[in-house]
């Protein structure tokens, strides 16, 4: 009852600046150009102080917390950690049909926000001037959270993508570091023949790893403009990763092994798991739960088809967005801001995560900090690098989240069947071309 | 009953192989369950799944486990037990007077609610999750114990169970003796009735508990905030630390976890499977 009357009152507080917010947010749907309002709201939000509710999973949200009630005591952050990716979209999902019950704040993965943003769930944060951060952030991030001129949220983690692999199995078969996909199949073949306990990698089939290797290849399989979407997983790109890939699956090369599992941990530290292709905020992980791969792992840029011009995908990540369902949104802005923009950017780092701000992935502190579980490579060298090397011009469904649900029941069969991954997606492209058109979507393939 | 067979059942070869595989394929999991409890996060990384390896750390990590971000496991503990007892409980004693009265009185609409109660059997629970939290929203008890408690009130399978048992165990006599007695019907309920429906009351409770127990699709959409989790839900949230980046994986504690999880459970089979036992076996005699 209280916090419903604080909240209240707090809300009466900025009562001013939210009607500023709300009328701006009115205009920018209406006409073609962005809205762009003022930080003066979001500012005095903060000044007035108030309570306000923040879901999310990420291990540093607690510190961040802790650090932004320190420096703004009179702001009461109610934190809650309501579930790992899909479990937090059911939930927000829930309450945006409900009408109620979601918090003023959540963390979203940038697979999942256009679904977000489509269904008028999140506030647009160029009604807060947000839109002139453009240059403080990754372009391929700042691409992430843009939807139409909206931007729905600030970048906190990027994923740009790297070749991680064990030197010591690496070196001890003789093995160079590939530079392109043939050779990194080749290394595969040789690497198993000579030790049959041995992989190159593992994929048991995940999408977002599928999408991310598609969206290198200079595939683009997801079309959208407004409610019309296209699908379409046969095109160049698209091929040209699923020709590679199928020398893998079908030649019984990758470990199988699933991701993230506790066999996975085991397998990545004892060398049966000799590399991995993934995101930036990788090193985290293995310093965290494979302590025994410690002095043996190496990074190296992104294998890519040519050998010549370096490119790269990102691979997962996560913004930060205000919901519109939010009570003060203003005050949910300003720790929005200050999360990803301010104060809370130096805890998300020192836990492990990868940055989306240019500061940070330039400055030289960070970019030429030695790792010691890498053996004292300059690890962020290669990895800021390779956020400069992200493919432009990827877009995701509308309605990934439902979409990545169905991977294994469609495209999963190519992995344990060895059936081809070009059926596996088309499966997979039916599947999502009937759902979108179910759900008032209108989805054509091809 | 067995006292009743005259011929020895002949031993068959292929039933005890088959069973004996059956119990092999029930057995393991949980073998390798108590075998995982007893290590560390570290010697679950470097030793085979069904081999005892590293240090013994099951205490240790029992210990953990309750400590594990300020004792949250014992507060799920609570939750569950909360859940289980108020709203197993409750579908019990609901399923029981409701069965009990469909049996034995006849009004109108009878029929009806026959009709009913068999179409609630057949949805599943997780059909219904959804439209259950936009209504409960609307109410504004998402997020409560009450958004758990509620549904789980509701056990038309139990019902169902008590109303056919009624009608074999409880002779319409027994009822008519006590009515000449001058004993009111809630006096008959309570008197003779209660004791006479026990097997099919604790068959039902048994049925509830573990169903609540084990309610995962549920709690999982109704509640956003952890200190409202029961186990199942909290368990996997511990295990979903491990995914992702900047992830945190306690396996070890996750294991230890599940493993504290089922003993209740399999203690109250055990407590109640005298009961259990004899139920299944009514009606299947003619008295």
């Known amino acids: 009852m209280s916090r419903i009357r604080s909240r209240a009152k707090a809300f009466a507080a900025v009562a001013l600046a939210a009607a500023m917010a709300v009328g701006c947010s009115a205009g920018s749907s209406s006409g073609p150009a962005a809205a762009t309002g003022t930080q003066d709201s979001v500012d005095a939000a903060l000044k007035a102080g108030g309570s306000i509710t923040y879901w999310s999973w990420t291990p540093s949200a607690k510190d961040q917390v802790a650090a932004f009630e320190k420096e703004y005591p009179n702001v009461k952050v109610n934190y809650v950690n309501a579930g790992t990716n899909k479990d937090e979209y059911t939930k927000l999902q829930n309450a945006i049909k409900a009408g109620s019950g979601a918090p003023d704040v959540a963390q979203i993965e940038y697979y999942a926000l256009p679904q977000f943003a489509l269904t008028d769930a999140l506030v647009d944060l160029n009604s807060y001037g947000f839109g002139s951060f453009e240059k403080d952030y990754s372009a391929s991030t700042w691409a992430q959270v843009k939807n139409g001129n909206g931007v729905y949220g600030l970048p906190q983690d990027s994923g740009p993508m790297a070749l991680f692999y064990n030197k010591e199995v690496f070196d001890k078969n003789a093995i160079a570091v590939p530079k392109t996909w043939e050779e990194y199949v080749a290394a595969a073949k040789k690497l198993h023949a000579a030790d049959p306990t041995k992989y190159i990698t593992s994929d048991t089939g995940d999408p977002g790893f599928a999408l991310s290797m598609i969206w290198q290849a200079g595939g683009h399989p997801f079309g959208v403009d407004g409610r019309n979407v296209k699908v379409n997983f046969a095109d160049a790109g698209t091929k040209k990763w699923t020709a590679m890939w199928d020398q893998l699956i079908q030649g019984k090369l990758l470990a199988p092994v699933k991701e993230w599992s506790d066999d996975w941990f085991r397998a990545l530290g004892d060398g049966t ?7 930036a905020w990788m090193p985290g992980n293995f310093i965290s739960s494979v302590p025994g791969g410690s002095g043996k792992w190496a990074v190296a840029p992104m294998p890519t088809y040519d050998g010549q011009q370096a490119v790269t995908a990102e691979n997962g990540g996560s ?17 929005v801001r200050w999360l990803n923009h301010a104060g809370g950017v130096q805890p998300f780092i020192k836990s492990g995560g990868f940055p989306s701000t240019t500061a940070d992935l330039t400055s030289p502190a960070f970019v030429d900090e030695a790792a010691p579980y890498f053996g004292g490579q300059k690890i962020n060298q290669v990895l800021t690098q390779a956020s400069k090397d992200v493919a432009p011009g990827w877009t995701y469904l509308p309605y990934q989240t439902y979409a990545n649900s169905v991977f294994s029941d469609t495209a999963g069969k190519a992995y344990l069947n060895g059936t081809g991954l070009d059926a596996g997606l088309a499966a997979w492209q039916q599947s999502i071309v009937d759902y979108g058109n179910q759900q008032g979507f209108t989805v054509s393939a091809g | 009953m067995a006292t009743l067979s005259v011929t020895r059942p002949k031993k068959s070869r292929t039933l005890t192989a088959v069973m004996a595989l059956y119990l092999l394929y029930t057995l393991v999991p949980l073998a390798w369950l108590v075998i995982n409890a007893t290590k560390t996060q570290a010697s679950l990384f470097s030793t085979s799944g069904l081999s005892f390896g590293g240090p013994f750390a099951l205490f240790d990590n029992i210990a953990q486990t309750f400590t594990y971000n300020n004792g949250i496991f014992f507060r799920w503990l609570g939750n569950t037990l909360l859940y289980v007892v108020v709203g197993a409980g409750g579908a019990t004693i609901l399923a029981t007077a409701a069965g009990y009265g ?51 009130l509701i056990s038309p399978f139990g019902l169902y169970l008590i109303w056919v048992y009624a009608a074999d165990a409880i002779p319409d006599e027994l009822l008519e003796a006590a009515r000449i007695d001058g004993a009111g019907e809630f006096r008959i309920f309570l008197t003779v009735t209660l004791r006479q429906l026990v097997p099919g009351i604790v068959t039902v409770a048994l049925f509830t508990v573990v169903q609540t127990w084990n309610n995962y699709f549920l709690p999982l959409i109704m509640l956003s905030e952890p200190k409202w989790y029961p186990l199942t839900v909290g368990l996997n949230q511990w295990s979903a630390q491990a995914n992702g980046a900047g992830a945190q994986p306690i396996f070890n504690l996750v294991l230890t976890g599940s493993l504290l999880t089922i003993i209740p459970l399999v203690l109250a089979f055990l407590l109640m499977q005298r009961f259990w036992q004899s139920g299944l076996s009514a009606g299947s005699v003619k008295q």
């Open chain 2, 102 to 152: 469909l049996a034995k009185y006849r009004f109108p609409g009878r029929r009806a609610v026959f009709a009913v109660v068999l179409g609630a059997v057949a949805v599943p629970a997780t059909a219904l999750a959804v439209p259950t939290f936009l209504m409960f929203s609307k109410l504004g008890l998402t997020n409560t114990p009450l958004a758990i408690i509620i549904p789980s």
């Open chain 1, 319 to 335: 913004t930060q967005s205000v919901l519109k369902q939010s009570t003060n949104p203003a005050l949910a802005a300003a720790f």
């Open chain 1, 273 to 279: 798991i000799s590399s991995l292709v993934t995101g």
